[in-house]
């Protein structure tokens, strides 16, 4: 069913690139900021990883917007990134705040929640 | 067949309506209650509840006293309002009406006059008494006492068994109340414990007798019940000698309203808990303790009368048990030293007394014994009360002594002489005329071992008149020597004490004489006391007033004339039974005794109990002269006492061995008790304890632990670590989405 939509909506000139290729880049990309979020410690690049996260189900969003030519799915991108964009700006602010409360980026350093 | 004077009786006279008015006898101490209560909620602080009791009670009295002139010899109902008023059908017993309503019949009458009689005496008493308590417990204590007296008067008035029980319940509350006056004293606090606790085993007695008596009768009203087919036909047949044709449930009823009355009045095995009594305030000892409220277990049996003939077994065990208790009081009287104690213990003695007179078909020597006794001992429980107010709670006959010869105690020690001489039944005084009829009737009555019982209250009543009088000479005459009791003012006392006997040391201590209001009450009930006497000189045929009273009412035995029903109690009922089918007259009583088997040494016991029964007061009065009495006249010159401490008696006891010790220690009852009930109930009590906070306990607790042990188990989940949250989400989705994926592929 993917293959029929596919042959009829794709341009031509994207003809060699097919859906599956963009969703193989967005998970890629996700799982690389997941991995990266799980494993590095310092919290800007932790905070990197997410944004990675955010643009990988971006570029999925764009892939099926545009395989199904609705655009609705290229309008939530735009306000997707806008919240990322502010919120971007919000949590480098907390990574200062952090930074300034324990002299130290390393984020394994706030375990205020263990039981 | 005779027709009983009973049953003539109601058939032709029938049960009247009595006016209205007669409903203020017992509301009167009810706006009593409501206006101290008032008082309580305005804090008032000076005498008005006290006056607003005596107003009320007195007011009760003249009511009383008019009830009496106009409808004495009657017998009329009348009813307030509704109270209980079911039918579940249309048949016999199917029906079930109790009313806040009235019986006036003489019976009720007498019981009527000397209670709110005496409740205005003594409550004009407690005005005085109770002075040190103005402002702090005065409200409390009136509003209790007329609460008392509103419920004594629904006991002996209600005309129906229920309203009998509330007063009986009422009564029972106004005592603990009283009792536990001094709440913050921790004997009074346990004394109060202990008579409500005791009473309650008597109490189960009397509302399982009132079941009974609904379930086999059907009705709960005494009209109805007294005048029931049935009734008469049991009656009839112990008349007959066919006593077995009651049914068992007949004759329980009247067993389990004696083990009412046992409680209620102090009889062995439930006596223990009126010597303790004597916590509260002295008023209270005499109102509730000695005068009315002990006597509500003889209103009961005397009430009850033709249902407690046609049982086989109540009135010879009641009898047995009255002589027991008579006895045994009065050898732990005899070893008692506080004067209030003894008091006490000869009030279970006395009431011994009145029961066998009840037993032995003489109500009218148990019911005159009540009535003089009400008098005799309130006013000696007064003049106790009045020597403890004024020696700071000095109760110890050791301790005090001469107090005839001191200045303001004159009225005190008259009216003590006049109580003592009653009670050790010095001829001519009320007491002895009412003890005699008892005793007389003990030897005259066939039974199980009557005669014997007969003797042991002949020297009982000889321990009687020592007791008495070993107070009465240690006490009152002699050198005059006192010492203060530990008290500031009175054992009645908060401990903080606010009156001008603060400031007595031990050495210079003053004794404060009675004001005018309790020698005012101590000289009219004096005079009450020796005029009872009279009494009995008033219809002398019929056993003096009282007899003429019962003669009108069902506590008139319709045996009494001929004593043949008692052949009903002797295996050889034919002997007696003889007696029982010819309709004597009342008016013969004593040529029917001397015709009777009855006898005590050979004489006819009507005519020379007076002459036994004196000489064996005389000779308990004597020796306490001897014992305890001064050097000269006032002992007869026989005494040899110079100083309150030491006496002749000290020697004797001393040759006694440890009996006396026994005796003052009560002969063991309340330890016995302790051991015998007490102690296993604790123990199954911290069993059930132990089984209430293990197994019960332990299972709520169960369900309070789980959640927190699942807590405790996820915990270590929980580490704080932002990675481990990351990660653990990470793998749930990845779960999510594998369980999915295999889900819908």
Same mark, same amino acid.
């Given at each position: 069913m993917i293959a029929t939509l596919a042959q009829a909506g794709f341009p031509e000139a994207m003809s060699g690139l097919t859906l599956y290729h963009y969703l193989f880049i967005s998970a890629v990309m996700f799982v690389l900021g997941l991995i990266g979020f799980v494993t590095r410690r310092n919290l800007i690049?932790?905070?990197?990883?997410?944004?990675?996260?955010?643009?990988?189900? &971006?570029?999925?969003?764009?892939?099926?917007? !545009?395989?199904?030519?609705?655009?609705? &799915?290229?309008?939530?991108?735009?306000?997707?990134?806008t919240v990322a964009?502010?919120?971007?700006?919000?949590?480098?602010?907390?990574?200062?705040?952090?930074? !300034? !409360?324990?002299?130290?980026?390393? &984020?394994?350093?706030w375990s205020l929640l263990k039981g | 067949m005779m027709i009983s004077p009973l049953l003539a009786a109601a058939d032709t006279a029938g049960v009247g309506v009595a006016p209205a008015w007669v409903l203020a006898i017992p509301f009167l101490p009810m706006l009593a209650v409501v206006l101290t209560t008032l008082c309580a909620i305005s804090k008032n602080k000076t005498k008005l509840p006290a006056w607003i009791t005596v107003g009320c009670l007195a007011g009760s009295f003249?009511?009383?006293?008019?009830?009496?002139?106009?409808?004495?010899?009657?017998?009329?109902?009348?009813? =307030?309002?509704?109270?209980?008023?079911?039918?579940?059908?249309?048949?016999?017993?199917?029906?079930?009406?109790?009313? $806040?309503?009235?019986?006036?019949?003489? $019976?009720? $009458?007498?019981w009527m006059m000397f209670v709110t009689g005496l409740a205005t005496l003594?409550?004009?008493?407690?005005?005085?008494?109770?002075?040190?308590?103005?402002g702090k417990g005065y409200t409390r204590f009136f509003f209790a006492f007329a609460l008392f007296v509103f419920s004594m008067l629904c006991l002996v008035m209600g005309d129906n068994l229920l309203l009998l029980y509330l007063g009986w319940e009422g009564v029972g509350l106004c005592s603990y109340l009283l009792i536990g006056y001094f709440y913050k004293k921790p004997e009074a606090v346990a004394a109060a414990k202990k008579a409500f606790i005791v009473n309650r085993i008597g109490d189960l007695g009397l509302a399982i007798g009132v079941m009974l008596t609904f379930v086999h009768f059907g009705t709960l009203e005494y009209a109805e019940l007294f005048n029931s087919a049935q009734l008469q036909g049991y009656i009839a047949a112990v008349q007959e000698g066919r006593a077995g044709d009651v049914p068992l449930m007949a004759q329980l009823i009247a067993v389990f309203l004696m083990i009412g009355a046992f409680g209620k009045s102090a009889q062995f095995p439930l006596y223990v808990w009126l010597p303790d009594a004597m916590e509260g305030p002295t008023p209270v000892s005499a109102l509730i303790h000695a005068a009315t409220m002990v006597t509500a277990g003889l209103y009961l049996i005397a009430r009850m009368l033709p249902v407690f003939l046609v049982s086989e077994w109540a009135l010879p065990v009641v009898a047995w048990v009255g002589t027991i208790t008579a006895l045994l009081a009065a050898t732990i009287g005899m070893a008692q030293f506080d004067i209030k104690r003894i008091m006490a213990y000869s009030t279970v003695s006395q009431l011994g007394y009145m029961f066998a007179g009840l037993a032995f078909l003489t109500s009218t020597g148990g019911v005159f014994h009540v009535v003089t006794h009400a008098f005799f001992k309130a006013l000696l429980f007064l003049c106790c009360g009045a020597v403890m107010h004024g020696f700071a709670g000095q109760l110890d006959l050791r301790k005090l002594s001469g107090l005839w010869h001191m200045k303001g105690w004159r009225i005190v020690?008259?009216?003590?002489?006049?109580?003592?001489?009653?009670?050790?039944?010095? *001829?001519?005084?009320?007491?002895?005329?009412?003890?005699?009829?008892?005793? =007389?009737? =003990?030897?005259?009555? *066939?039974?199980?071992?009557?005669?014997?019982?007969?003797?042991?209250?002949? $020297?009982?009543?000889?321990?009687?008149?020592?007791?008495?009088?070993?107070?009465?000479?240690?006490?009152?005459?002699? *050198?005059?020597?006192?010492?203060?009791?530990?008290e500031h003012h009175g054992s009645d006392d908060h401990g903080q004490d606010g009156h001008a006997h603060e400031d007595h040391a031990q050495g210079h201590f003053h004794p404060h004489a009675p004001g005018i209001r309790i020698n005012a009450v101590l000289a009219t009930l004096s005079v009450l006391a020796v005029l009872a006497a009279g009494l009995y000189f008033v219809s002398p045929d019929k056993h003096g007033w009282v007899g003429d009273m019962l003669e009108e009412s069902t506590a008139h035995n319709v045996y009494t004339a001929d004593h043949s029903a008692a052949a009903m109690f002797v295996i050889d009922g034919d002997t007696h039974g003889a007696h029982g089918h010819d309709d004597h007259g009342h008016a013969d009583d004593h040529a029917a005794h001397g015709a009777h088997g009855g006898s005590i040494l050979g004489m006819d016991p009507h005519k020379v109990m007076y002459y036994v029964s004196a000489v064996f007061g005389l000779t308990g009065i004597l020796i306490a002269a001897w014992a305890h009495g001064p050097k000269g006249l006032v002992s007869g010159f026989i005494g040899g006492r110079v100083e309150a401490g030491k006496c002749r008696m000290d020697g004797v006891a001393a040759k006694l061995g440890p009996i006396p010790r026994w005796a003052e220690n009560k002969w063991y009852v309340d330890e016995f008790y302790h051991f015998i009930l007490v102690r296993p109930l604790r123990v199954c009590s911290h069993i059930f304890h132990m089984i209430d906070k293990l197994l019960v306990d332990g299972l709520v607790n169960l369900f309070g632990y789980l959640p927190r042990l699942l807590g405790r188990g996820a915990q270590p989940g929980q580490s704080g670590v932002l990675h481990g949250y990351a990660l653990s989400m990470a793998g749930g989705v990845g779960v999510i989405l594998f369980i999915v994926v295999m889900v819908t592929l």
């Open positions: 690049v932790m905070f990197l990883c997410t944004e990675m996260m955010f643009q990988a189900s &971006g570029i999925a969003l764009v892939a099926f917007s !545009r395989f199904y030519l609705e655009y609705t &799915g290229q309008v939530f991108v735009i306000f997707v990134l964009a502010a919120e971007a700006a919000m949590a480098l602010a907390l990574v200062v705040l952090l930074f !300034r !409360r324990n002299e130290s980026l390393d &984020g394994s350093v | 003249v009511v009383t006293m008019l009830a009496f002139m106009t409808l004495s010899g009657e017998t009329n109902t009348v009813t =307030a309002w509704r109270w209980f008023d079911l039918s579940w059908g249309d048949g016999v017993g199917q029906q079930m009406v109790a009313n $806040l309503g009235f019986y006036i019949d003489n $019976l009720s $009458l007498l003594i409550a004009i008493y407690a005005s005085e008494y109770m002075e040190h308590d103005v020690s008259v009216g003590m002489l006049i109580g003592c001489l009653n009670l050790a039944g010095v *001829p001519f005084t009320a007491g002895y005329f009412s003890k005699d009829m008892i005793l =007389a009737e =003990a030897f005259v009555t *066939p039974g199980y071992g009557y005669s014997l019982l007969g003797w042991v209250l002949l $020297l009982t009543a000889g321990m009687t008149a020592y007791y008495t009088f070993r107070v009465f000479f240690r006490v009152f005459t002699g *050198p005059v020597q006192f010492e203060a009791g530990d």
